[in-house]
């Protein structure tokens, strides 16, 4: 049985012109652990914040994680919980 987490990734594009694409092909593929999806852009400072509620296994999450903290001018931080499953013991 796998070990699941929920959790938020925050990240924040510095670049919306030469990243924005890149992220949005690699959060494709990984489409089906999020739960939520909200992103906003900060015109003050010319960033563009994105966060993501997810619900995954850990390795799932940090392949996820990973391509994205590769991509110039994005920088990826998260947080996460881990869940018992239905049955497990406490």
Do not use: C
Not at 16 to 23: E, G, I, L, N
Not at 67 to 83: D, E, H
């Amino acid at each position: 049985m796998e070990n699941r987490s929920v959790g938020v990734i925050a990240i924040i594009v510095k670049n919306r012109t030469s990243s924005a694409k890149v992220v949005n092909d690699v959060l494709a593929p990984f489409g089906d652990m999020v739960v939520g999806r909200m992103g906003l852009p900060y015109h003050e400072r010319d960033l563009n914040i994105i966060t993501l509620i997810v619900d995954a296994s850990n390795d799932r999450i940090g392949a996820l994680t990973g391509k994205l903290g590769q991509i110039p001018g994005v920088t990826v931080k998260s947080t996460l919980v881990k869940m018992q499953e239905a049955g497990d013991e406490a």
